[in-house]
């Protein structure tokens, strides 16, 4: 498909900062040209229009932490620990669920990342072969990089799981879906399985990537205080320092590796992640609900740490709301160093596309608004109340717009959704499969 989209003011997250009256012309899923609408309109005159006055267009935006199958158990166990949360809410039910529920939860997840403007998901759950969130976003149209998550005590189970992963679905559905290796933590995966786990990755990107199109890793560090003593209740290990320097004396920390939370570092954990180029996700709003703590985010971004924004599940958080992530992420650090310059919009907005899409190893293809990229942009409706006047547009998409303010979609060059329609699946078909399959998970867990 061709389309011109036209006549919008264009945040490009890139060095051709913002054009107004701005166009956008994209060929198959590639952008062709970025311009003013009156140079780009005769140029592309039989191209299929998009109309977007009065609306601002930025990069689709990256959520870099999720576990999309996970909104299956929306709302199931709130105000708990991590903890208790995991070990006696999650875990339990999360042993009833079927290859079909977690597509089920997949799909209703991608609905609502679409329809909140989210065009890219880095998501982390357990992997089957015939139902899975891979299948999920294909689809639905969605971009996303899909893991398996590796535990320490189902070792052939996992490796057999990632190694179908990796050939059923990496670089394939005209390249939106990525696999990724998921170890879940350092506490759930035993020292000697990090490792493998890091030897498997490589023998996978032989076998089904390339240095462009990589298999990356997914984990999580340090997002709580007491992880090290949870490392030694579980493996008889004592860690000396920080989560993060435990983790660099196995050798498993690189740049392709993207490290949930961080909330709990130490200096040295710092200056390692910085040494590794390991890629930070940053999840304040399921970090606040757990009172699991904050991530020393505005330092970390000092040390030139790449970190990127993501929502957790939405078991954890409640939503995939990434507009509602930036706002939290912008004020919590203001407001944690008493300084309001902590972290400005522009650095959110960066955080939600260009940089993580640098988490992903994907920024060659998405993340800015760029001419040889993939076409994946999100169109905002800014003629509402509350987005008028309009002085600066990334000060408006950090503190001010609301993910219901999305008004078009667009990814790998075609239309997911327009004036609030979304053109791959029926939505209420969805909602309502998502229903009768929560009763049907109840039924079993009783």
């Not at 990089?145 to 190694?163: E, M, N, T, Y």
């Not at 560090?221 to 008889?236: M, V, Y």
């Not at 992530?325 to 919009?345: F, I, Q, R, Y």
């Not at 219901?404 to 329609?421: C, F, H, P, S």
Request: glycine content about 6%; proline content about 3%; some cysteine.
């Amino acid at each position: 498909m061709n389309l011109l989209v036209e006549g919008g003011t264009i945040i490009t997250v890139s060095h051709k900062g913002i054009v107004k009256d701005g166009a956008i012309a994209i060929n198959d899923d590639k952008i062709v040209e970025v311009g003013k609408t009156s140079k780009l309109k005769p140029k592309y005159r039989r191209y299929e229009k998009i109309n977007a006055k009065n609306k601002v267009i930025i990069p689709g935006v990256t959520n870099t932490h999720h576990h999309a199958a996970m909104s299956l158990l929306r709302g199931y166990a709130d105000d708990l620990d991590l903890k208790t949360w995991l070990e006696k809410w999650i875990w339990p039910i999360e042993k009833h669920m079927t290859g079909k529920d977690i597509y089920i939860g997949a799909l209703l997840t991608a609905v609502e990342s679409i329809m909140g403007g989210t065009t890219t998901i880095n998501t982390m759950y357990h992997y089957t072969d015939e139902y899975n969130e891979a299948r999920a976003f294909a689809e639905m149209g969605l971009r996303g990089v899909v893991g398996h998550v590796c535990f320490s005590w189902r070792k052939k189970q996992d490796k057999r799981a990632l190694q179908s992963l990796a050939k059923t679905w990496h670089n394939k559905k005209d390249g939106l879906i990525r696999a990724s290796v998921d170890p879940h933590a350092p506490y759930t995966v035993d020292p000697e399985y990090m490792k493998e786990l890091r030897e498997f990755t490589h023998e996978l990107n032989e076998k089904y990537a390339s240095p462009k199109m990589p298999i990356i890793w997914h984990t999580h560090i340090a997002e709580t205080s007491n992880e090290p003593e949870k490392i030694r209740q579980s493996f008889k290990i004592r860690v000396k320092g920080g989560v993060v320097e435990y983790l660099d004396t196995l050798e498993v920390l690189s740049q392709d590796v993207v490290a949930a939370h961080c909330v709990h570092l130490t200096e040295k954990d710092k200056e390692i992640l910085k040494e590794r180029r390991v890629k930070v996700a940053h999840n304040p709003i399921s970090n606040l609900k757990l009172a699991s703590g904050i991530s020393p985010v505005p330092q970390l971004l000092k040390k030139g740490v790449t970190v990127s924004l993501g929502t957790d599940s939405s078991c954890s958080n409640n939503s995939s709301d990434m507009f509602e992530v930036m706002k939290v992420a912008a004020l919590l650090h203001k407001g944690m160093g008493n300084d309001p310059t902590a972290l400005s919009a522009e650095q959110a907005l960066r955080m939600a596309t260009i940089e993580g899409a640098k988490a992903l190893s994907w920024d060659k293809d998405i993340g800015s608004i760029e001419v040889g990229k993939k076409a994946d942009l999100t169109i905002i409706d800014f003629y509402k109340p509350h987005l008028r006047p309009v002085y600066k547009e990334e000060s408006h998409l950090v503190y001010a717009v609301k993910s219901a303010d999305v008004d078009t979609v667009i990814i790998n060059g075609k239309i997911v959704m327009e004036d609030r329609e979304v053109k791959t699946v029926n939505v209420d078909k969805i909602m309502a499969l998502v229903e009768k399959t929560k009763h049907s998970l109840l039924d079993r867990v009783k």
